[in-house]
């Protein structure tokens, strides 16, 4: 397998610019397509030239396993096409999936429990919760049930 380095750690700023680029703009968000499914698919050679082919086999794969999950790709979709909020819940499935693989009980085994989790910050009397990741910002994550909730109030 090809492993392509991701020199130091990952700032937010570039995550989220990369994110927000347009096609081959952003080699960080790239090269951690690539990581992520080379985690995911380890029989296979994902590299900078075949990851979208990969992307859509595996979310192809995993639709049909579990109904429940959206493909945005479909058979012939394009990452860079998506919306930045698809294209952050597409980063999001393959992170989770990369931690179902079977190699990861073997990396993590070493790391402090407590390094590995993270608490919220506080919830407000709406139900969202702040998220603060040592930097200078702060997330609000808001349920989408709470979502839900609040555009029927507003009709």
């Keep these: 397998m090809h492993v392509i380095p991701l020199n130091g750690s990952v700032r937010r700023q570039d995550l989220e610019q990369g994110l927000l680029a347009e096609r081959d703009e952003s080699p960080l968000l790239q090269q951690l397509l690539v990581r992520l499914l080379q985690g995911c698919l380890p029989e296979y050679d994902v590299s900078v030239h075949n990851w979208q082919h ?57 790391l402090e429990a407590d390094s590995l989790r993270v608490e919220p910050l506080g919830h407000d009397d709406c139900g969202a919760t702040y998220w603060y990741f040592y930097g200078t910002r702060l997330y609000k994550e808001v349920s989408l049930m709470l979502r839900v909730t609040d555009k029927s109030t507003y009709r």
């Design 54 to 110: 990969y992307l859509r086999r595996l979310l192809k794969f995993k639709c049909l396993e579990d109904p429940t999950i959206a493909n945005p790709l479909g058979e012939t979709g394009d990452f860079y096409d998506l919306s930045l909020r698809t294209r952050v819940t597409v980063l999001q499935l393959l992170c989770d999936l990369r931690l179902e693989a079977e190699d990861v009980i073997d990396l993590l085994k070493n």
